[in-house]
Nanobody
Framework: QVQLVESGGGLVQPGGSLRLSCAAS????????MGWYRQAPGKQRELVAT???????NYADSVKGRFTISRDNAKNTVYLQMNSLKPEDTAVYYC??????????GSQGTQVTVSS
């Protein structure tokens, strides 16, 4: 059974930082491209960042230079370091795993709220 469990969200002031974690089980983690998506109220889910098995990264333009995605294959965990947070970063953040069309997504997400 595949599980992706997100954690690390919370309430932070504008300009602050958070680090999200996503622990994976049930997959050969090191083979998968891992990603973070987010969904704000009333908006579609959008890609935030991805990292391949070879550690190539890709970011949404809105987060470039502020967010960093990384992975620890020994811990089956993907991280999202978020700095210089803005109110528009407020959303529920989900992680996902993809390999050759096989796709899994976290179901609970973690809430990030940026507000003064």
């Amino acid at each position: 059974q595949v599980q992706l469990v997100e954690s690390g969200g919370g309430l932070v002031q504008p300009g602050g930082s958070l680090r999200l974690s996503c622990a994976a089980s049930g997959i050969i983690f090191r083979l998968y491209t891992m990603g973070w998506y987010r969904q704000a109220p009333g908006k579609q889910r959008e890609l935030v960042a991805t990292i391949t098995s070879g550690r190539n990264t890709n970011y949404a333009d809105s987060v470039k230079g502020r967010f960093t995605i990384s992975r620890d294959n020994a811990k089956n965990t993907v991280y999202l370091q978020m700095n210089s947070l803005k109110p528009e970063d407020t959303a529920v953040y989900y992680c996902n795993a993809e390999l050759r069309g096989e796709y899994y997504s976290g179901s609970q997400g973690t809430q990030v709220t940026v507000s003064s």
